[in-house]
């Protein structure tokens, strides 16, 4: 977390702190609990452009994606019961569709071109009369790309489609103003922008508004579609998070694209290196890499002093190599030799001095070891091995 | 993930690295698949008395997989084909110390020392 965001939310926390609960109105701590709460989401507001009002706080992306992905498809049930997404998106979005499935659902899985783009025509020829939803998300989190939300938006408008956006990835790193996005939903998180753990919002537009049903049930909270009392600090921290972002983004992605280039121009004249995902259309902060016939995992060892990972954090006890490589059209030596590289507030340009180096030296060393590398020096096709698997 | 000691120490020095030229005197295993993300390769050198000379072995695959094999290299050598064939994956764990979700890379290295027996075996039938 940045300390700015620590230390306001330590001002709600202590002994000396203002606990009341934003949802009592009858003392003066719940009443700062609750302008402390409004300021918050006017700052998380602020950063997409769109009105304090239209922001829900949830307990953080996966609940706002799956309150905006069931809650629709819920609401709208009578109207159908059809949903699009795309293969590469998060579990949580994911995962709420496979749910809406086993509930007699369909849902239509999108093939992203092997840039990791979205080919529009394709996402229109999916487009059913009964087709109530169509969740894709803004920023890839292995890839970094970034899909055109204005273009999909325009097509669900015209099909009078409800369009979410899962936002985890993109919110304080490009540019967002809701106010003419063609979006109705949109996920946030607070930790992946230097906030707390726990906290995000869901912003459901008011005009025209979009309705859902609510996923958790109580005082009826944050205008009913999220009961639960509000965690004043979290929401804080939150706001804070989202403040400092909307002032810095511009110079950190400036920052931060300066590092990524440095590090890629690093490495890339090294045989069988290949970037995941489009080059453009792409976060500053990002870029996943696969050096071939070497395996991830190993690769991530001689780098362990270094934050990287290896397909996606959420699955990386897992042993299946990334379902995005997977869904780019990657083999599966590629899908297993990829490496993402996140850059962000506190890396400098030292570690990614550091990080060249590393990766050089143990991708030479790893190849040695690789007996995938001797084939493919002596020029065996490793697709036409008849392997065992196991 | 964090790493047991064995397995760091063979992945910072991995024994017996290599490959042989094939011949009669050589049994080569390869087992594991790239849609796995574990291929090993192990190849030992057996002498008239059917003692194993030499070993040497390439792996592309996670740290585990790489320690395994490399340990498994520096068992077997000095040892007859039979007393090889009865090193068991889970003697290769515990040395290790491998996690359970690490312990598929033991079984891999099991396979792989089976593979070259059988692959000498057949050659000198």
């Not at chain 1, 700015?4 to 202590?14: F, Q």
């Not at chain 1, 001095?353 to 070891?369: G, M, N, S, Y």
């Not at chain 2, 000379?53 to 498994?72: H, M, N, P, Q, R």
Request: glycine share 8%.
């Amino acid at each position: 977390m940045d300390e700015r965001v620590v230390a306001e939310m330590l001002k709600y926390m202590g002994p000396e702190s203002s606990f009341g609960n934003p949802a009592s109105r009858s003392h003066s701590f719940g009443w700062e609990a609750e302008a402390a709460v409004e300021m918050a989401r006017k700052q998380v507001a602020d950063l997409v452009g769109a009105n304090p009002k239209e922001i829900i706080f949830t307990s953080g992306a996966t609940e706002s994606d799956n309150l905006a992905i069931k809650g629709v498809a819920h609401f709208n049930q009578k109207r159908g019961k059809h949903i699009v997404t795309c293969k590469t998106e998060h579990k949580a979005v994911l995962d709420s569709c496979r749910q809406l499935e086993r509930e007699g659902y369909e849902v239509t899985y999108l093939d992203p071109m092997q840039n990791g783009l979205i080919d529009l025509e394709v996402l229109k020829d999916a487009l059913r009369d009964d087709t109530t939803l169509v969740s894709i998300m803004h920023v890839n989190n292995e890839i970094g790309v970034i899909q055109d939300i204005e273009a999909i938006g325009k097509i669900c408008r015209e099909r009078k489609i409800i369009f979410h956006v899962d936002a985890a990835q993109s919110a304080g790193k490009v540019a967002i103003n809701l106010e003419q996005l063609p979006v109705d939903l949109m996920s946030f998180s607070a930790h992946k922008i230097y906030g707390p753990k726990g906290i995000g919002a869901l912003y459901v537009q008011r005009k025209p508004r979009v309705r859902l049903e609510a996923q958790m049930h109580g005082g009826g909270h944050e205008r009913g579609m999220r009961s639960g009392t509000l965690a004043t600090h979290q929401i804080v921290g939150m706001g804070e998070a989202f403040r400092i972002a909307k002032e810095e983004m511009v110079a950190e992605n400036e920052r931060l694209l300066k590092l990524r280039n440095k590090l890629y121009d690093g490495v890339k004249d090294m045989e069988e290196v290949y970037v995941n995902g489009d080059i453009d259309h792409r976060i500053a902060g990002n870029i996943n890499i696969s050096f071939n016939y070497v395996e991830g995992e190993s690769l991530l060892m001689a780098l362990n002093d270094l934050a990287i990972s290896s397909g996606s954090a959420c699955t990386s006890a897992s042993l299946e190599p990334s379902y995005v490589l997977r869904a780019l059209g990657r083999n599966d030596e590629l899908a297993h030799s990829s490496i993402r590289f996140t850059m962000g507030r506190y890396t400098t340009e030292e570690e990614i001095d550091l990080t060249i180096e590393h990766v050089r030296q143990a991708v030479e060393k790893l190849r040695e070891l690789s007996p995938l590398w001797d084939m493919y020096k002596e020029g065996i096709d490793i697709a036409s091995i008849e392997w065992a698997a196991h | 993930m964090a790493y047991g000691k064995k397995v760091l120490d063979h992945y910072e020095n991995p024994r017996n690295v290599g490959s042989f030229e094939n011949s009669d005197e050589i049994g080569t295993g390869m087992v594991g698949a790239p849609a796995c993300g574990d291929v090993m390769k192990l190849q030992i050198k057996v002498g008239n008395d059917g003692v194993i000379e030499d070993a040497v072995f390439k792996t592309y695959g996670c740290g585990s997989a790489i320690a395994s094999s490399s340990l498994l290299t520096e068992w077997v050598k000095g040892k007859t084909l039979d007393e090889a064939q009865a090193i068991k994956n889970t003697q290769i764990a515990e040395e290790l110390a491998l996690p359970p979700v690490k312990i598929h890379c033991s079984v891999l290295a099991e396979d792989a020392i089976n593979a070259a027996i059988a692959d000498y075996r057949q050659k000198n039938n």
